[in-house]
């Protein structure tokens, strides 16, 4: 039967009609309950919760598309964090985006994106309960679930808010972690890379308890590692052999300086010249089209800067059931993990550079002949100065997360009804300490003070061995700043087996929801300073601050009748109210249809939500700077006798981005389509089609646009006001000094794809062989960014691959298997709308990954598996021409792996 082999695969199409509960004793009293016709008496009776419903099924599909990855396919790819899995998963990760950034509290994150919707519109739950998103990400950091404690992982895709409430418009990924479990199991995982950096160990211990005969109890516990992965450790050469040196990596006590002659018209300046102890390989012209400028300069290469933070990560988990009673059972669990990343960052400026202007330290012609920094030949009456700074400290960040889950649950029956209710809390607590982090106008006022006359020397000259070394040192601070999130949910449901009018089985559900959540975001004191050109003083470690809290009610209902032994048809609705956005209400309706033996169809509609996240409403604002044109400043600038060049009038902007309490949910409606066919028992090949169309996105306006619409629609004001809830500020000469940008709801997007599965299986005896391809094709992906905006095709350009697949093959004989696994993703190119001078026309290629492992079975007692990950040894998004100096790099939103190869091994023993 077609429903036997699906499940197999875990991609189950054609009937599944609810039976009688066989785990617990019903009353006596059959109510007018369906007598279970001939055909559901030829399935597995038991029945079970499966993704995307919350009535029990027969087998693991319903109309929705649904993916599960068991425990053998989570080993075989030979890693050991569910970030490296999704990123293996066409469906999970179409966009391959895990960057492991690590410029926020989250760093190494990976997050899911199904249907490349992005991760804030993918639901997170684990053992079925939402997790908390991290503020400021808007997403669940899932390489926080260690996958030694997993069993298995099921995958909705399409919008499911009419059961699950709000993200769930992409899809809802649920994490079971294991339970059924009695004995004890040790495992040890290992590998390393061929380059350096990126080596992985883990330990977990499992000891699983049963007695009473209904009682059980699972106690798990590890550690995970993860060393630094360096850049100068991976093949990210630099394309461009005439800037392969730069000033910033200069060899160890040299230098390099500029003459500046006070001549009677104005002041002149010489070439750039080397130290004479610099090194004649060192001494380069560092920019091609200044070939007579030439600095003392080391590789860029050589530069340490670092890709992947070091990672160590400690978990716990604990689950617990037992049966009260007959027609009660207890169920509990308990999960906590504690990640850390230490970031090392190096010294931050490197050489004598002012960091607000970015002038050299300028000194008179007296102190440089006074410390030797010229020849008495050398003509020339001030120099720039770019030397090492030997003293300054190396900047390091250390970002800790923890986690931790609670859920008690009782289920049961009463009457003809099955009921669960379930009592859960989940929180997030997230720390960052930035070492050695300096005031940026303090080391401006040393190294070149703009009140001081031309020609008075700096107060800290990195070449002057009396140099003040403790007012610099002076001007570094550590700081730190804390988020943290949580959610307190109770919910309800109960559900029952009817005869329809018709004859057919019925099965009804209802049940309600009530939760609280909160954040709050507390920056470091210091982050909240600025200099006197209203800039950050300190760029340490966030400025978002703000703290805030929402409740919701909901109340749900499902419906499931199977119209015929071969047709069955479901819905979903859910209404929910939240404290601060209001209420709304969604509907899921589905059907499937096994029209022939080996062919069946399904089909579903359904709308979805998303909440703004909370720190859209209650943030109190985020500092940050972007580089605008502005005609008008450069103008105001003219006059004032200060260069502004009219052909290139950049400036920097303070963009403040505050709360909006006005914004209202993103909604989404979404049809999907799949055809499977299952011409033999061993052979099924499942293909889904997905319309997805989404409202109200929450975007900001364009910087730009609204400098320009102000200009044009005040010309000559020094008030300030308003455009569209965007405030503007402005100084004495009507200049923009600064904007507020709230986020509001004027996106959309329009999505179109095709998801594929085949799948083969056959045994001979102890010989067997599974062979496993997914396929995902973007057809189309138009995003709308303004209210007045077009909607513009992204598939193709950089974040939206067009298509890409994976292959996964497992041969047996025996106890011994081979597993081999392939990736392919289509190329991406920049989107001209969006490319600057250096970025145009710029593409990365087709990325391959192939992976390979070998396992043996002991018998009863665990298993070794060994195996070779990435053996083509590839960096996944390359770009070698991306930036003005040539510089190969990652293009970070393309980024599928900066490990390469690396060998690992696996040991698991059971006793």
Avoid at 227 to 232: A, E, Q
Avoid at 264 to 286: H, K
Avoid at 697 to 717: A, F, H, K, L, M
Avoid at 732 to 748: A, F, K, T, W
Wanted: with cysteine; aromatic share 10%; glycine share 8%.
């Amino acid at each position: 039967m077609v429903v036997r082999t699906l499940v197999r695969y875990g991609i189950g199409l054609i009937v599944s009609i609810p039976s009688s509960a066989t785990n617990a004793k019903p009353p006596e009293e059959s109510a007018p309950r369906l007598e279970e016709p001939e055909f559901i008496e030829q399935l597995d009776p038991e029945r079970l919760h499966v993704l995307g419903s919350r009535i029990k099924r027969i087998d693991q599909e319903q109309s929705s598309p649904l993916m599960v990855l068991d425990r053998d396919m989570l080993e075989s790819s030979g890693v050991i964090s569910l970030g490296e899995i999704f990123r293996k998963s066409a469906l999970l990760s179409p966009r391959g985006n895990f960057s492991g950034d690590s410029t926020r509290i989250a760093a190494g994150a990976s997050r899911l994106d199904i249907l490349g919707l992005g991760a804030s519109r993918t639901l997170v739950l684990l053992n079925g309960k939402r997790l908390p998103q991290v503020p400021g990400e808007e997403s669940v950091n899932v390489d926080n679930i260690p996958l030694a404690l997993v069993e298995r992982v099921e995958i909705l895709s399409g919008g499911a808010s009419a059961v699950y409430g709000a993200d769930a418009i992409a899809g809802v990924v649920n994490v079971v972690l294991k339970k059924d479990f009695t004995g004890t199991e040790v495992t040890g995982f290992l590998s390393q890379t061929e380059d350096g950096g990126g080596d992985e160990l883990e330990l977990a211990l499992s000891q699983g308890l049963a007695w009473g005969g209904s009682s059980r109890l699972v106690l798990s516990l590890g550690i995970r590692r993860r060393s630094s992965i360096s850049k100068r450790d991976r093949d990210l050469a630099f394309a461009d052999d005439s800037r392969q040196y730069t000033v910033y990596n200069p060899p160890p006590g040299t230098w390099s300086y500029q003459p500046v002659i006070d001549g009677s018209e104005g002041l002149e300046y010489g070439n750039w010249q080397t130290s004479a102890n610099c090194p004649n390989s060192n001494r380069v012209a560092t920019v091609p089209s200044q070939p007579n400028d030439v600095y003392c300069a080391g590789l860029r290469r050589d530069i340490d800067i670092e890709l992947i933070p070091e990672k160590d990560e400690k978990f716990l988990t604990a689950q617990f059931e037992t049966s009260v009673s007959d027609s009660l059972s207890l169920r509990a669990w308990a999960s906590y993990h504690d990640s850390q990343n230490q970031t090392e960052q190096g010294q931050f400026m490197v050489i004598s550079e002012d960091p607000i202007y970015a002038l050299p330290v300028l000194v008179s012609r007296e102190r440089a002949l006074e410390q030797s920094i010229i020849t008495a030949d050398q003509p020339g009456d001030y120099f720039y100065i770019y030397a090492p700074l030997t003293e300054e400290p190396e900047r390091s960040y250390t970002n800790r997360s923890q986690r931790a889950s609670l859920a008690v649950t009782l289920e049961g029956f009463y009457d003809d009804w099955e009921f669960n209710t379930t009592i859960g809390y989940q929180r997030f607590d997230g720390s960052r300490e930035g070492k050695n982090i300096f005031a940026n106008e303090t080391i401006a006022n040393l190294f070149y003070n703009e009140s001081n006359s031309l020609g008075q020397d700096p107060l800290y000259n990195p070449l002057d061995p009396n140099r003040d070394s403790v007012a610099f040192l002076a001007a570094f601070r550590d700081l730190e700043s804390s988020m943290e999130s949580s959610a307190s949910t109770w919910d309800f449901f109960a559900h029952s087996l009817f005869q329809s009018p018709w004859g057919q089985p019925l099965s009804v559900g209802a049940g309600a929801f009530f939760g609280i959540e909160g954040f709050r975001q507390t920056p470091d004191d210091n982050d909240k300073e600025f200099n006197t050109l209203d800039q950050p003083l300190y760029t340490g470690t966030f400025t978002e601050e703000g703290e805030g809290d929402r409740e919701n009610q909901a109340v749900f209902a499902e419906l499931l009748w199977g119209a015929s032994q071969s047709i069955e048809v479901d819905s979903s609705f859910r209404w929910d109210r939240y404290s601060d956005i209001g209420s709304t209400f969604n509907y899921g309706m589905g059907s499937k249809w096994s029209v022939l033996p080996f062919l069946g169809i399904r089909a579903r509609y359904g709308t979805s939500f998303r909440a703004p996240p909370l720190p859209f409403i209650h943030q109190k604002g985020v500092g940050q700077f972007i580089t605008i044109n502005d005609d008008y400043w450069c103008q105001v600038e003219q006059q004032n006798n200060r260069f502004c060049d009219p052909e290139a009038p950049s400036k920097t902007l303070k963009v403040n981005i505050p709360r909006n309490k006005n914004l209202k949910p993103e909604t989404g409606r979404n049809y999907i389509a799949g055809l499977l066919v299952e011409p033999t028992k061993s052979i099924a090949l499942l293909v889904d089609y997905y319309l997805l169309r989404l409202q109200d996105t929450y975007q900001q306006d364009s910087v730009q646009s609204i400098v320009n619409r102000w200009y044009e629609e005040n010309p000559g004001s020094t008030d300030g006001g308003v455009i569209d809830e965007n405030e503007i500020l402005v100084d004495e000469n009507g200049v923009i000094s600064s904007i507020s940008l709230p986020y509001r709801n004027l996106g959309e997007r329009r999505v179109q794809a095709i998801a594929g599965r085949l799948t083969f299986e056959e045994r001979w005896g102890p010989w067997g062989i599974r062979w496993l391809s997914d396929y995902f094709r973007t057809l189309s992906h138009k995003i709308r960014e303004s209210d007045d905006g077009d909607l513009r095709e992204q598939v193709g350009y950089y974040d939206f691959p067009a298509w890409r697949m994976n292959h996964r093959f497992t041969g047996n004989w025996g106890r011994h298997s081979l597993y081999l696994g392939v990736q392919v993703i289509a190329a991406q190119s920049q989107d001209p709308l969006l490319a600057s001078d250096t970025s145009l026309g710029t593409s990365v290629g087709d990325y391959k990954e192939y992976d390979v492992s070998y396992r043996l079975e002991f018998p009863d007692s665990g298993h070794l598996q060994i195996g070779v990950n990435n053996l083509l040894n590839t960096i996944g998004g390359t770009n070698t021409a991306f930036s003005s100096i040539g510089e190969e790099d990652t293009i970070s939103t393309s980024l599928y792996s900066y490990a390469g190869r690396s060998v690992f091994l696996r040991l698991t023993q059971r006793f």
